[in-house]
């Protein structure tokens, strides 16, 4: 061949290829182009939106009649799948009030809650508290002093890292008592917890608490940041066969699906509450499906609450038969 027959035949050879490449390069942009339009269009994974808490409350049996140490209970929760962890301070108020509740003995709860979640690599999240009074009261006086009892396990919440406490608005059963008191109570109780960066979150929990409307009229009264819900999908009696909070039959119950999705815009935090299951692992009281898409489509995002309180299953399995209805509700993996 000559010399000038090969440089022709190099050159459309080389444009030839100068053309293939630029095809190439062009069909990787455009497959580049669509993998990120199909990354975008993909929804975020349930496991990206909601983790699992276990509620220190299913494990009160073994606490109180079967003698186990309370602070192991991040043990037992890391052995049980949960991330996250949410105390009861009643758990602890034997050994507590044995030294009076004094500053030393609850900075010991804390060092000792504090050391057992960091062990197991576990979230502390919040303090349920019961039994220092009642923040709805309708005394002023007997109202500052639950709120004033309540500073300390605030106090703890912060040192631990939680992200709230959960109160109760008992005290007056009296309609137009509790709310403006529920609102007094609540307001001193979040206005002293705004400085620790801890939010003060109300449980639906009996009484007045258990009808939504009155809950969220409270909140909307409050109206401040660190203030807001726990909704449980259980606790929505509004009134027994005694008037207590707790002790009787329920003989009137607020629509749990309605006062679920009225308390979801204040909620900071969800406790899935059951009790008893059907033989397909379905808790027979509460469509789990139903209310789960309710916390989903309400915006929360984050941790939900396993709590389980019933009688017919041992409390472990009955934490396992929960945390598996809501895992599989929200199609997450555990």
């Not at 190099?10 to 100068?18: H, P, R, V």
């Not at 052995?79 to 105390?87: I, K, N, P, T, V």
């Not at 809950?215 to 009134?239: H, R």
Request: aromatic content about 8%; glycine content about 6%.
């Amino acid at each position: 061949m000559k010399r000038r027959d090969f440089i022709q035949n190099s050159a459309q050879t080389g444009a030839a290829l100068t053309l293939l490449g630029f095809y190439a390069c062009n069909q990787n942009r455009k497959k580049e182009s669509q993998k990120t339009e199909m990354t975008e269009e993909v929804p975020e994974k349930e496991e990206q939106l909601f983790k699992l808490s276990l509620a220190q409350w299913s494990i009160h049996k073994m606490i109180n009649d079967e003698g186990m140490n309370p602070y192991l209970f991040a043990e037992k929760a890391k052995s049980l799948g949960f991330s996250g962890l949410e105390y009861v301070n009643q758990l602890y108020e034997d050994e507590l009030k044995a030294f009076e509740s004094s500053k030393e003995a609850m900075e010991d709860f804390v060092r000792k809650s504090k050391m057992e979640s960091e062990k197991h690599g576990l979230e502390n999240l919040i303090i349920m508290i019961d039994h220092e009074g009642d923040l709805s009261a309708a005394d002023e006086q007997e109202r500052k002093t639950a709120v004033e009892n309540h500073y300390k396990w605030v106090d703890a919440a912060a040192a631990l890292g939680c992200h709230s406490v959960r109160v109760n608005l008992m005290g007056s059963k009296v309609a137009e008592e509790w709310t403006p008191a529920s609102v007094d109570g609540l307001t001193q109780l979040a206005n002293y917890a705004k400085d620790k960066n801890i939010n003060v979150i109300v449980e639906n929990h009996g009484g007045f608490s258990s009808n939504a409307q009155m809950l969220v009229e409270v909140m909307e009264k409050v109206d401040l940041p660190n203030c807001g819900t726990l909704p449980d999908f259980g606790n929505f009696c509004v009134k027994r066969e005694d008037g207590s909070y707790f002790d009787t039959a329920c003989i009137e119950e607020y629509d749990r699906y309605k006062g679920i999705e009225e308390l979801m815009p204040y909620a900071k935090a969800v406790s899935a509450k059951s009790h008893d299951f059907d033989a397909e692992g379905n808790e027979i009281h509460t469509d789990y499906g139903r209310m789960l898409k309710i916390v989903k489509d309400s915006g929360y995002r984050g941790y939900i609450g396993v709590e389980y309180e019933g009688d017919t299953l041992s409390e472990e399995e009955g934490i396992l038969a929960t945390k598996k209805l809501v895992a599989n509700s929200l199609n997450l993996s555990i």
